[in-house]
């Protein structure tokens, strides 16, 4: 079953699509209102020739509570998913790619300098850049062995 299957089904049934929350990293899921083509491709003659990542789906109850359903949303069509299964193994993956992209940025101590002046590494919740974190704390421990504290403690120390 393609992408646009799935979706097209999900939305004829009003079953639930599961995504990554790119804001604080929760699985959550919605049930599906719309589905459509970029724009861009308004006049493209046969949908079959527009590529997955060109289409979007409408999320409406956005929720990672089952209890509580509030809240709209559009993600891409090839990131939702049918099962949180499927949508923890995508943000996985997405999430150790990324990981390693940042760490090819750091081949040095000057270079992971430059880096944390430039991205939130710094534990500051919600507007930490956790995935960044992440590849300085590997990367540093990489470069310095045991002289490069894996997290600090409440305190900083």
């Given at each position: 079953m ?19 929350d ?52 559009t ?83």
């Amino acid at each position: 079953m393609t992408v646009k299957q799935m979706i097209r089904r999900h939305t004829e049934r009003r079953l639930p699509l599961w995504f990554t929350d790119p804001a604080d990293g929760k699985i959550r899921f919605g049930i599906p209102h719309n589905f459509y083509a970029d724009p861009m491709f308004e006049d493209m003659e046969f949908e079959s020739r527009i590529p997955d990542e060109f289409f979007y789906v409408e999320l409406m109850g956005v929720s990672s509570d089952p209890d509580s359903i509030a809240g709209v949303c559009t993600r891409k069509a090839s990131e939702v998913f049918s099962t949180p299964e499927l949508a923890r193994r995508y943000q996985e993956t997405t999430k150790q790619a990324l990981v390693q992209e940042y760490k090819k940025e750091l081949p040095d101590a000057e270079a992971i300098i430059r880096f944390c002046l430039s991205h939130v590494v710094a534990p500051a919740e919600q507007y930490t850049n956790d995935i960044a974190r992440q590849a300085v704390l590997e990367r540093g421990k990489e470069l310095f062995g045991d002289h490069f504290p894996e997290e600090e403690n409440k305190n900083g120390k």
